[in-house]
T-cell receptor, first 112, second 112 residues
Framework: ELKVEQNPLFLSMQEGKNYTIYCNYSTTSDRLYWYRQDPGKSLESLFVLLSNGAVKQEGRLMASLDTKARLSTLHITAAVHDLSATYFCAVDGETSGSRLTFGEGTQLTVNP | DVKVTQSSRYLVKRTGEKVFLECVQDMDHENMFWYRQDPGLGLRLIYFSYDVKMKEKGDIPEGYSVSREKKERFSLILESASTNQTSMYLC???????????FGPGTRLTVL
């Protein structure tokens, strides 16, 4: 059974600081997704990482994937209040077809 | 842009009622999914469909059924609603297997 764990689950940080969210998963996968969810809203796709060593960046967010370590990171640079949201990673196991397994989510609050 | 719509944002039903949640996507996607989202548990897959009239159970199918009579529409049915089915329900679609999933706005269902 594929398990996906994120940490931390709650993150409160000040504007201007850097931080990293970690996503570990338990079985072989070559595809990992990051989503963002604002309060009361649905999930928005941020990144899809398709291979070992993949790195994607948009604005202050950068995601990377290490398939050998079964680890993805979402790095936040110089956080701003607008980044406050819940971030989910989701893993597509190689044998699971369309099925995604989601982590519990990391609730990020960026304080002025 | 992909658009996934859900029939209701908020729904209140009584225990034992039959409940229909509707999802429509406008991008000719092959795959459609129903998830429920609960605090601390992330998103859990209930059912998904990879073609018209085809369905597969997800991780928590008990108490639910689905229907996909047309490609663009995927319905989730609670045959006899119970209080433990109070949750946020999210529909998603993807073009092909292992493509990015696009989510609808969600239906917050309360069963009294």
């Amino acid at each position: 059974e594929l398990k996906v764990e994120q940490n931390p689950l709650f993150l409160s940080m000040q504007e201007g600081k850097n931080y990293t969210i970690y996503c570990n998963y338990s079985t072989t996968s070559d595809r990992l997704y990051w989503y963002r969810q604002d309060p009361g809203k649905s999930l928005e796709s941020l990144f899809v990482l398709l291979s070992n060593g993949a790195v994607k960046q948009e604005g202050r967010l950068m995601a990377s994937l290490d398939t050998k370590a079964r680890l993805s990171t979402l790095h936040i640079t110089a956080a701003v209040h607008d980044l406050s949201a819940t971030y989910f990673c989701a893993v597509d196991g190689e044998t699971s077809g369309s099925r995604l397994t989601f982590g519990e989510g990391t609730q990020l609050t960026v304080n002025p | 842009d992909v658009k996934v719509t859900q029939s209701s944002r908020y729904l209140v039903k009584r225990t034992g009622e039959k409940v229909f949640l509707e999802c429509v996507q406008d991008m000719d996607h092959e795959n459609m999914f129903w998830y429920r989202q609960d605090p601390g548990l992330g998103l859990r897959l209930i059912y998904f469909s990879y073609d018209v009239k085809m369905k597969e159970k997800g991780d928590i199918p008990e108490g639910y059924s689905v229907s996909r009579e047309k490609k663009e529409r995927f319905s989730l049915i609670l045959e006899s609603a119970s209080t433990n089915q109070t949750s946020m329900y999210l529909c998603a679609s993807s073009l092909l297997a292992r493509d990015t999933q696009y989510f609808g706005p969600g239906t917050r269902l309360t069963v009294l």
